[in-house]
């Protein structure tokens, strides 16, 4: 049986549900340039106080994170939320932390983020009584 989570490196975003995919076989992979191959050009990436924007600044977060970090658990990913040429995409891992990205349809038809904030604990926990 084949692991349903190992992609092609080179495999592109056909819908936005497809980056958390491509991104989690990717970072379990230690594949730095791949992960920034999910990210349009110009694109955003948030994580705390780090805040890297273009591909040379993702590739350097993303070359530092993996070498400090080699598990990158599955997380829940919703379905992602649509509006023509954008999408909202979501992810909750394990340990609770969610981040939320923004995607854009190329032209090509492929789906890259332009904005990604990582690690936004959530506001309300599951557990919590109001």
Do not use: C
């Not at 230690?30 to 050009?41: K, M, N, S």
């Not at 993702?58 to 379905?79: M, V």
């Not at 992602?80 to 609770?96: C, E, F, K, Q």
């Amino acid at each position: 049986m084949t692991d349903p989570i190992i992609t092609d490196a080179n495999e592109t975003a056909r819908e936005p549900g497809d980056l958390a995919r491509l991104f989690n076989a990717r970072a379990n992979a230690g594949d730095a340039d791949g992960l920034v191959a999910l990210y349009e050009p110009g694109a955003v990436v948030a994580a705390g106080r780090v805040v890297a924007t273009g591909h040379a600044e993702i590739r350097r977060f993303y070359t530092d994170l993996l070498a400090r970090k080699s598990d990158f658990p599955l997380p829940d990913t919703p379905e992602p939320i649509v509006n023509g040429d954008v999408a909202l995409t979501s992810a909750r891992l394990p340990n609770g932390v969610i981040s939320v990205e923004l995607a854009r349809r190329q032209p090509d038809g492929s789906w890259l983020w332009a904005i990604d904030q990582l690690k936004i604990r959530a506001l309300v926990d599951d557990n919590a009584q109001r």
